[in-house]
């Protein structure tokens, strides 16, 4: 059930882009997160830290990426219905 501000920013395209924009800033902040532990586990040149960075790449970065990519689009599409 959508929250009291998930409706308000419902109505306030201002708002949505904000928060929409914030919350992709949040994603891209957890995604260099896992880039970096995939690179020093992979240093580390240990197999069992390979599987691990594999594990984050696979389930973490991949999906990250997926969802950075669909915000971004989503936003950059209202920005541009806005303008027209």
Excluded: W, Y
Aim: aromatic share 2%.
């Amino acid at each position: 059930m959508p929250s009291r501000r998930d409706k308000a920013l419902a109505h306030d395209p201002h708002r949505l882009h904000e928060a929409l924009t914030s919350h992709i800033r949040g994603l891209e902040v957890a995604m260099s997160a896992v880039i970096v532990s995939v690179s020093a586990l992979r240093r580390q040149n240990c197999d069992i830290d390979e599987d691990i960075a594999r594990v984050l790449e696979r389930s973490a970065a991949d999906r990250l990426d997926i969802e950075i990519e669909r915000l971004q689009a989503f936003v950059t599409k209202e920005t541009d219905h806005q303008d027209s």
